[in-house]
């Protein structure tokens, strides 16, 4: 069980929860993330709205990738997405250099 402390967008909390504190903080860092990109881009200030688009957008990250994993599950082949070749590229990258330095 993990216990994270969130302070973040004019409110302060905290929750336990079945995972670790390790894996709660990288969620709660991909969030603060997210929340600093839309205050960044002026868009929205105020704090609720922000927190609510953060959730948005996380939740079409979500939809999306489970969309992209039923696809694939059926054998369709999802839509060219060069983030992703990008992703893998640099994936592929670093996982040849890991090898390299244990050869």
Do not use: H
């Not at 402390?5 to 995972?19: E, P």
């Not at 002026?42 to 999306?64: H, N, R």
């Amino acid at each position: 069980m993990g216990t994270l402390s969130i302070n973040t967008l004019g409110t302060s909390f905290a929750i336990q929860a079945a995972q670790d504190t390790e894996y709660l903080n990288k969620l709660y860092g991909y969030f603060d993330r997210i929340s600093a990109q839309i205050k960044e881009s002026g868009i929205l200030s105020d704090d609720t709205q922000v927190a609510i688009m953060t959730g948005i957008m996380i939740c079409d990250e979500l939809y999306k990738e489970k969309s992209r994993k039923i696809s694939i599950e059926n054998g369709v082949i999802p839509d060219y997405d060069p983030e992703t070749e990008e992703e893998i590229m640099r994936r592929t990258q670093d996982m040849i250099n890991k090898i390299d330095r244990v050869l």
